[in-house]
């Protein structure tokens, strides 16, 4: 069954609150995304995509690899490379038709590895045994 959603920049922004922003807004906007460092992880990656010029639609997680090439970023703890790309991004995210759909699979993606890594500390922590009983 084909789950695939005709999809637009126009409805992906449908519901958020309209603002009118201006040059003078970019500190109010910077001081804004301190509150949530991993969206500065998303603006970044989108102004890489824009930059190395991604076009839509993104039929697989690999297309995004391939347009990073060689290139690795470490980003609030996060690093960004080819294998970790198509990991992190799930086959059934795709395809993309537009940058909003982007800027929402790598939200998805940096809360998945930020998931496992917590999964992964506990993991650890029920693994430990406690130290032996000392008797007297």
């Given at each position: 069954?084909?789950l695939?959603?005709?999809s637009?920049?126009?409805g992906?922004?449908?519901?958020?609150?309209?603002?009118r922003?201006?040059?003078a807004d970019?500190?109010?906007?910077?001081?804004?995304?301190?509150?949530?460092?991993e969206l500065?992880v998303v603006?970044?990656?989108?102004?890489?995509s824009?930059?190395?010029g991604l076009?839509?639609?993104?039929?697989?997680?690999?297309q995004?690899a391939?347009?990073i090439?060689?290139s690795a970023?470490d980003?609030?703890?996060?690093?960004v490379d080819?294998?970790?790309?198509?990991?992190?991004?799930?086959?059934?995210?795709?395809?993309?038709t537009?940058e909003?759909?982007?800027l929402?699979v790598?939200?998805?993606?940096?809360?998945?590895c930020r998931?496992e890594?917590?999964e992964?500390?506990?993991?650890?922590?029920?693994d430990k045994?406690?130290p032996?009983?000392?008797?007297?």
């Open positions: 069954m084909d695939r959603v005709n637009s920049i126009e992906w922004r449908t519901g958020v609150l309209e603002l922003l201006d040059p970019l500190d109010l906007i910077d001081s804004v995304l301190c509150l949530q460092p500065r603006i970044f990656l989108g102004q890489e824009r930059r190395r076009s839509y639609p993104v039929e697989r997680p690999e995004l391939e347009l090439g060689d970023f980003l609030a703890g996060h690093r080819r294998k970790t790309m198509i990991r992190a991004l799930a086959e059934q995210w795709f395809p993309l537009h909003g759909e982007l929402s790598i939200c998805l993606a940096l809360h998945r998931a890594a917590v992964k500390r506990l993991d650890a922590i029920r045994k406690p032996p009983n000392k008797t007297r």
